[in-house]
């Protein structure tokens, strides 16, 4: 098990950024890929992006290809998603989840998840 807390959200206007930071608890954080997901109101939860427990694979949905980057730091338990060229229908709750092993973009595939963190972009 690995407890997780989402930090970074907030208010921004179209086309700026903003950084996410999930912090992991337990030793054994470097075993797991962690993925970001996101829900909109009314909406279901959707993929964002994946890391491998190395981060030498990432793996994007393609509604923020070339826009969010996700990476992480093993030293300090925490994995990131960099969020640029943000547009309006980015606004979302943003998860974060691990699972032990590889990485995947199925939510199911997830056991583990944060309390999640608002994002909002205003046009």
């Known amino acids: 098990q690995v407890q997780l807390v989402e930090s970074g959200g907030g208010l921004v206007q179209a086309g700026g950024s903003l950084r996410l930071s999930c912090a992991a608890s337990?030793?054994?954080?470097?075993?797991?890929?962690m993925g970001w997901f996101r829900q909109a109101p009314g909406k279901e939860r959707d993929f964002v992006a994946a890391i491998s427990w190395s981060g030498g694979n990432t793996v994007y949905a393609d509604s923020v290809k070339g826009r969010f980057a996700i990476s992480r730091d093993n030293a300090k338990n925490t994995v990131y998603l960099q969020m640029n060229s943000l547009k309006p229908e980015d606004t979302a709750v943003y998860y974060c989840?691990?699972?032990?092993?590889?990485?995947?973009?199925?939510?199911?595939?997830?056991?583990?998840w944060g309390q999640g963190t608002q994002v909002t972009v205003s046009s």
């Open positions: 337990g030793r054994t954080f470097g075993s797991y890929a």
């Open positions: 989840a691990a699972r032990y092993t590889s990485t995947s973009s199925l939510e199911y595939e997830y056991p583990n």
